[in-house]
Every structure is written in structure tokens, then in C-alpha cells.
């Protein structure tokens, strides 16, 4: 799933190599913090959130296969 949302995020991003991630498994639930430059913000999530609800979707309907619960939070580089 990991690599799902990677290759969604840089996609969208104009600068893929500057998009960090930050993942956390907690036994059933994998927590992924996406860490974008501000420019890249709007463009990864979309208007009114509809690619980042989207990726959210995705991930969903990929990851009952493994029996595991994915929260995906997009931040903006800077930001706490």
C-alpha cells in the first residue's frame, strides 16, 4: 500500500523528490504522513479534497487484503 500511495502523491507533485513520508505501524493500523513544499499542497489534494479522498479510497479498498487500517495525513512542510 505503501508504494500506492507514492506513486499517487508523485504523480501530482511537481517536485516528487522533495515529498517525505512518515510511516508509523501500530499493529493493525499504519499511520503515513505525507510532508509537502507548500507549492505542492493544492496540487496533491486536489480541489476540494477530492484526490486526496480519493487516495484515501484507494488505499481502503487495497489494504483489506492485508487486514489493515491506513490513515493517510497530508501536511505542509513546516508545519506541526
Not at 486526496?52 to 491506513?70: C, D, F, I, M, P
Request: hydrophobic share 35%; no cysteine.
Amino acid at each position: 500500500m505503501i508504494e500506492l500511495i507514492k506513486y499517487v502523491v508523485d504523480r501530482f507533485a511537481e517536485k516528487p523528490d522533495e515529498v517525505e513520508y512518515d510511516i508509523v505501524e501500530d499493529g493493525k493500523v499504519v499511520n503515513v504522513t505525507v510532508t509537502l513544499s507548500g507549492s505542492d499542497m493544492g496540487k496533491v489534494i486536489g480541489r476540494q479534497g477530492k484526490i486526496a479522498k480519493a487516495l484515501r479510497t484507494l488505499v481502503r479498498a487495497g489494504s483489506q487484503k492485508e487486514n489493515k487500517k491506513y490513515n493517510i495525513e497530508i501536511k505542509e512542510r513546516g508545519e506541526n
